[in-house]
T-cell receptor, first 115, second 113 residues
C-alpha cells in the first residue's frame, strides 16, 4: 500500500476525445509526477508538479496538461486523443522538495485504451 | 542522450537460486538510482533507493549496488522464491533538474517452483 490512489482504473475513449485522470497522494507529499507506460516498455516521464506548479516536463506535447491541488490531489488531462496514447498512466508522489531524492510512491495506474 | 538499459529482458530460474539483474546508464552524473518491482497490470513498488554518494543498499534478501564510474547497477536477489516473480525496473534520476525518472524497459523474472 503506497497511499497513492488513481481513478479510474480502466477507461476506453475514442480518438479525438479528451480524458481526465485523477490521483490522490499521501498527505504532505508536495511533489507529484505522471508517467506513461506503453505495453512492454518502461514508464516515461510526462511532467512533475511541486506545490501546484509544473516544474519539470518530459518529451510530451502540450495536449498533455496537468493540475495539482492543495489537498494533494492532481489531474492529468489529455486532449485530442490519439491511438498511441493507449497506455497505463501512473501517478507518483514523494515527500518534500523535488530534488531531495526521497523515495517515490506510485499508484496502481489508470489503463487508457483509445479506439 | 541519457538512457537506461536493463539486461536480460527476461529470466527464468528455479526456486532457491541467487540471481543478479543488471542495469546500465549512459551518464554517470546521476542524482540517485532506484529499483522497482511491477506485478502484471499493476503499479510500481519501490524496492531500494541508492543515492549518488552511496555504493549499495540492502533490504532483506535484496541488495543493490551502484558503480557510477562504470555506469552500472546490479540488483542481487538471494534465495529466490516464486513470489519474487515480477518485472524489475531500474530508474535513474539525473542531477541538475526536475526531469523525473528515466526507466529501463525492465527484466521480466519468473521463479519456477
Amino acid at each position: 500500500e503506497t497511499g497513492v490512489t488513481q481513478s479510474p482504473t480502466h477507461l476506453i475513449k475514442t480518438r479525438g476525445q479528451q480524458v481526465t485522470l485523477r490521483c490522490s497522494s499521501q498527505s504532505g507529499h508536495n511533489t507529484v509526477s505522471w508517467y506513461q507506460q506503453a505495453l512492454g516498455q518502461g514508464p516515461q516521464f510526462i511532467f512533475q508538479y511541486y506545490r501546484e506548479e509544473e516544474n519539470g516536463r518530459g518529451n510530451f506535447p502540450p495536449r498533455f496538461s496537468g493540475l495539482q491541488f492543495p489537498n494533494y490531489s492532481s489531474e492529468l488531462n489529455v486532449n485530442a486523443l490519439e491511438l498511441d496514447d493507449s497506455a497505463l498512466y501512473l501517478c507518483a508522489s514523494s515527500l518534500d522538495r523535488p530534488h531531495s531524492g526521497n523515495t517515490i510512491y506510485f499508484g496502481e495506474g489508470s489503463w487508457l485504451t483509445v479506439v | 542522450k541519457q538512457e537506461v538499459t536493463q539486461i536480460p529482458a527476461a529470466l527464468s530460474v528455479p526456486e532457491g537460486e541467487n540471481l543478479v539483474l543488471n542495469c546500465s546508464f549512459t551518464d554517470s552524473a546521476i542524482y540517485n538510482l532506484q529499483w522497482f518491482r511491477q506485478d502484471p497490470g499493476k503499479g510500481l513498488t519501490s524496492l531500494l533507493l541508492i543515492q549518488s554518494s552511496q555504493r549499495e543498499q540492502t533490504s532483506g534478501r535484496l541488495n543493490a549496488s551502484l558503480d557510477k564510474s562504470s555506469g552500472r547497477s546490479t540488483l542481487y536477489i538471494a534465495a529466490s522464491q516464486p513470489g519474487d516473480s515480477a518485472t524489475y525496473l531500474c530508474a535513474v534520476k539525473w542531477g541538475g533538474g526536475a526531469d523525473g525518472l528515466t526507466f529501463g524497459k525492465g527484466t521480466h523474472l519468473i521463479i519456477q517452483p
